[in-house]
């Protein structure tokens, strides 16, 4: 016999089940939150209530993603997280049978990310005037970004108690809070240390922050992507740039560099780390070892 189904409620406990249970970031459990939005205002307006959803619902709500000419890997995202949200109904005994186990996503093309040369990321930093604090913060950002391969998320929440400028090296917290190690270029330190001696007043709560906007607040991704985007422009690259250009450039450079496959997937945050100290350790002088070896930045 099936639950009573109290869709605020239901919508909430999804969302705690997804940052608790599965570990997600809160941007992407919020990005599954939109998703099941979407198909609840869908199967409102069909009149519809989301215990009589069938199959053939949501492959008319599927249809609808269509319809919009939204880009595959949007709507294969939406699909994915109404797939999770029927799941999460299921174990949590609000239905009897899942009417999204036939649904299918998309087909998505994998294109080539872009991937900016040496030499671009070089004309980007370049085009910073030194003579502010603003550029100072802003060059350390581009050589951490590059430096580190960060997500802009990452860069964001970047705390000072994890950077760690003599030893080399700083503990990022990547999705589903997981932390590793990822070596700092000496180029990255130094921009940081520039940085650090003209960093604006932190503002209550922003004290352990690294990255600060001139009022001593956190930056936003947004500015991040504003910064990033300029600097191309400034640079007279004309293609789409964003923060995570960077991070693709990081890995495919040190991929063409000869570094090992397993050390780029660590350093990007694509498996977790064991947190002992000892493994730490070896780690991090592992990692050390192939970025100091392949990344143009230490050459």
Same mark, same amino acid.
Do not use: W
């Given at each position: 016999?099936?639950?009573?189904?109290?869709?605020?409620?239901?919508?909430?406990?999804?969302?705690?089940?997804?940052?608790?249970?599965?570990?997600?970031?809160?941007?992407?459990?919020?990005?599954?939150?939109?998703?099941?939005?979407?198909?609840?205002?869908?199967?409102?307006?069909?009149?519809?209530?989301?215990?009589?959803?069938?199959?053939?619902?949501?492959?008319?709500?599927?249809?609808?993603?269509?319809?919009?000419?939204?880009?595959?890997?949007?709507?294969?995202?939406?699909?994915?997280?109404?797939?999770?949200?029927?799941?999460?109904?299921?174990?949590?005994?609000?239905?009897?049978?899942?009417?999204?186990?036939?649904?299918?996503?998309?087909?998505?093309?994998?294109?080539?990310?872009?991937?900016?040369?040496?030499? &671009?990321?070089?004309?980007?930093?370049?085009? %910073?005037?030194?003579?502010?604090? *603003? @550029?100072? =913060?802003? /060059?350390?950002? !581009?050589?951490?970004?590059?430096?580190?391969?960060?997500?802009?998320?990452?860069?964001?929440?970047?705390?000072?108690?994890?950077?760690?400028?003599?030893?080399?090296?700083?503990?990022?917290?990547?999705?589903?809070?997981?932390?590793?190690?990822?070596?700092?270029?000496?180029?990255?330190?130094?921009?940081?240390?520039?940085?650090?001696?003209?960093?604006? &007043?932190?503002?209550?709560?922003?004290?352990? %922050?690294?990255?600060?906007?001139? *009022? @001593?607040? =956190?930056? /936003?991704?947004? !500015?991040?992507?504003?910064?990033?985007?300029?600097?191309?422009?400034?640079?007279?690259?004309?293609?789409?740039?964003?923060?995570?250009?960077?991070?693709?450039?990081?890995?495919?450079?040190?991929?063409?560099?000869?570094?090992?496959?397993?050390?780029?997937?660590?350093?990007?945050?694509?498996?977790?780390?064991?947190?002992?100290?000892?493994?730490?350790?070896?780690?991090?002088?592992?990692?050390?070892?192939?970025?100091?070896?392949?990344?143009?930045?230490? =050459?």
């Amino acid at each position: 016999m099936s639950r009573h189904i109290d869709i605020p409620r239901v919508v909430t406990d999804f969302s705690t089940h997804l940052i608790l249970d599965r570990g997600l970031s809160r941007n992407t459990a919020e990005a599954y939150l939109d998703d099941v939005g979407k198909l609840l205002s869908f199967l409102k307006d069909e009149g519809t209530p989301l215990r009589d959803a069938t199959r053939d619902t949501l492959s008319a709500f599927a249809g609808a993603l269509h319809d919009l000419g939204i880009a595959p890997t949007t709507h294969a995202r939406i699909i994915a997280g109404v797939r999770a949200f029927f799941r999460f109904l299921i174990a949590e005994g609000y239905l009897d049978e899942d009417p999204s186990v036939m649904l299918v996503k998309p087909r998505v093309d994998h294109t080539l990310p872009t991937v900016l040369t040496v030499e &671009e990321i070089d004309s980007m930093i370049a085009a %910073i005037s030194l003579d502010s604090p *603003l @550029g100072l =913060r802003n /060059t350390a950002i !581009m050589e951490t970004l590059y430096g580190c391969g960060l997500r802009v998320s990452e860069l964001c929440d970047l705390q000072m108690s994890d950077v760690y400028l003599d030893e080399g090296y700083i503990v990022v917290t990547g999705k589903g809070s997981k932390q590793r190690i990822v070596p700092m270029s000496p180029v990255a330190a130094d921009r940081i240390r520039q940085y650090l001696a003209e960093r604006p &007043e932190p503002k209550p709560g922003c004290g352990n %922050i690294l990255f600060l906007n001139r *009022l @001593g607040a =956190r930056l /936003t991704r947004v !500015m991040i992507f504003y910064i990033v985007k300029s600097l191309a422009e400034a640079a007279g690259i004309k293609r789409n740039i964003s923060p995570h250009t960077l991070r693709h450039s990081f890995a495919t450079h040190l991929l063409e560099g000869g570094a090992n496959l397993r050390a780029i997937q660590q350093m990007l945050g694509h498996e977790s780390i064991a947190t002992t100290e000892i493994y730490l350790h070896v780690d991090r002088s592992r990692l050390r070892a192939e970025i100091l070896n392949h990344h143009p930045r230490y =050459r």
